[in-house]
């Protein structure tokens, strides 16, 4: 395609100038994707709010998967950078960031994300333009046919293959009267009924779901009624700060003593927020630092970490900011291009072992296959200060753990 065009020219001439208008954007993406300025890589994540310690740790990780890019030498000397904007945890402010990146920056590709709304709400925006979208928010809806778009990308774990992981783990070990306390959005609701799904499987009686919403403070109007219907497991599906204090006052209250606590993610900056509350806590995660012990790409990730901030270790959503950034870096590097005609396809051909050992986007909605890590919280017996979880078990990169693509509406798969 020849790209020697002035677009004042192109955009006058009668009947000529209004199909070339139509044409416009489509040449000005190309244009950028296969120019000689840097890559731009465009980072919603919601910087404040009750998501902000994970959020921020996204963004440390990411910027070493472009370091890492622009040292190995970028795309034949074109380097990547990345442009961070705090989307407030709000849908409406995920939007305009999101189009702001693109139109006004023009960016060339866009990770991020940390909540099940306000990732769909970036996603929608960059689907009607055509920009690729890697979300490393979890989120089931994502990868349904009726949000999903061919420049939709999906690198996190999905609630269903999360909570379905835990309760496979749990519900076997810990009972079948199950009480959930759940965050009212979509996170919250996806995450119990992947626990539903899971648990009809071995008989599960679900004895209450308790809504609260997001920045909830106090939770002394739940945990008396929950208490009194004596479940064997109590699963929190709420997420950041929300975690911390619902556990913490769990524990206050003295359920512990009577029923396993559970959390379908159990985050690291949680555990460290919530301190001895959180002992014998169970949860899922994609990526806890403890992993270099087995798996040699999580001990170099961790190195590279601990050396750009000061002995620190990666938290698991801030993998996962690696993780977005490394998989469409390294596919542009396949491609010889970003251009999304030529990225989609090398995302869809792209088998990696990144961070935490295989993973790979399967075809029909590009959700990324990897494993899922049980942990437990530990408070006593600690080797070190991050020493903060067992990896109790592992479940390995499967397609089984996924809805099928006829389930999600995808006609193929």
Known sequence: MTLGFDRRRLLTGGAAAAGLALAAPALLRHARAEGTGPIRIGFPVPLTGPFGA??????????????????????????????????????????????????????????????????LSINNVARGRGV????????????????????????ALSPHMTAGAVGRYVFPRHGKRVAFLTADYAYGHEMVRGFRRAGAAFGIEVVSDVRHPIGATDYSAFLPMIASLRPDVLCLCNFGRDQVVSVQQATEFGLKQSTKLVAPVLLLTARKAGGEAFE??????????????????????????????????????GALGYAGVRSVLEAAKLAGSVETDRLVPALEALRADFYKGPQYFRTCDHQSVQSVLIVESKFRNQRTPDDLFSIVHAEAPDEAGLRSCAELGHRQG
């Open 280 to 317: 014998g806590v169970v949860g899922g995660t994609s990526y806890y630092w403890g992993l270099e012990e087995t798996v040699p790409s999580a001990r170099a990730f961790n190195d590279k970490f601990r050396a750009a901030y000061g002995g620190a270790v990666p938290s698991d959503y």
């Open 54 to 119: 994970e959020a921020n740790d996204q963004v440390r990780a990411a910027q070493i998967a472009v370091k890492e890019f622009n040292a190995a030498g970028g795309l034949g000397g074109r380097l990547a950078e990345i442009l961070v904007r705090d989307d407030k945890l709000n849908p409406g402010e995920a939007a305009t960031r999101t189009l702001e990146l693109i139109e006004k920056d023009k960016v060339n590709v866009l990770v991020g994300g940390l909540s099940a709304a306000v990732t």
């Open 132 to 155: 690729i979208y890697n979300s490393i928010s979890q989120s089931d809806a994502i990868t349904e046919a009726k949000d999903f778009g061919r420049t939709t990308f999906h690198e």
